[in-house]
């Protein structure tokens, strides 16, 4: 089983739309939980933690449900700059080792 | 903003050769970390450093790799002798401490070594 999981899509959107990631992650001794954006041949960039709690930056809005080792990202009123990669990662260690997922593409069109 | 700072962007290099690459982490992060991504594939883990010594290893992260922070500033990164294999893009990253806001690794921008 793959350590996190998601979806590669590419998922293809209008603008305004509403598009939804999921990721799983198989270690249940996980510590910490990320999104990170990657565009093309560029560096991951964090977009935001997930906490249990669930939490909201702008059109993006984070969960984490422990229990089912089930990580989620919905972006709300899509841009045409939201198109990239998202990443799904995860901290397994003290050592703040990140297991990357392999990414879902999104493509947000006019 | 602070930003993490890698060097070469882009390396060709032939089998068999050594590759330095070259990393300058936020300067008063304390963790350091190197990860590479194969075209079209996850980026993995390769290496943690944190004061001065290595803290955990990948299985990647073989006899042909080694780090070092040979100064207040740099992070290197050394493949000894290349492979083809090799060839992926580098990300350097680093971090401030443990928890909380200090959890975020920040990335640099990468060397693509391209080994021929």
């Known amino acids: 089983r793959k350590e996190v999981e998601q979806d590669p899509g590419p998922f293809n959107v209008p603008e305004g739309a509403t598009v939804a990631f999921n990721c799983t992650y198989s270690?249940?001794?996980?510590?910490?939980f990320f999104w990170y954006r990657q565009d093309c041949r560029k560096e991951p960039k964090l977009l935001m933690s997930?906490?249990?709690s669930g939490n909201e930056d702008g059109r993006f809005t984070a969960q984490l449900n422990r229990a089912s080792q089930y990580i989620s990202l919905l972006i709300r009123d899509s841009k045409l700059s939201d198109s990239a990669t998202y990443l799904c990662v995860v901290k397994e260690s003290n050592t703040g080792k990140l297991i990357f997922g392999q990414g879902t593409t999104l493509q947000v069109k006019p | 903003e602070p930003e993490v700072t890698q060097t070469p962007s882009h390396q060709v290099t032939q089998m068999g050769q050594e590759v330095i690459l070259r990393c300058v982490p936020i300067?008063?992060?304390?963790?350091f970390y190197w990860y590479r991504q194969i075209l079209g594939q996850k980026v993995e883990f390769l290496v943690s450093f944190y004061n001065n010594e290595i803290s955990e290893k990948s299985e990647i992260f073989d006899d042909q790799f080694s780090v070092e922070r040979p100064d207040g500033s740099n992070f290197t990164l050394k493949i000894r002798s290349t492979k083809l294999e090799d060839s992926a893009m580098y990300f350097c990253?680093?971090?401030?401490?443990?928890?909380?806001?200090?959890?975020?690794?920040?990335f640099g921008p990468g060397t693509r070594l391209t080994v021929l």
């Open positions: 990253a680093s971090r401030e401490l443990a928890g909380g806001e200090g959890d975020t690794q920040y």
């Open positions: 300067s008063n992060h304390l963790y």
């Open positions: 997930v906490y249990s």
């Open positions: 270690n249940s001794a996980s510590q910490s």
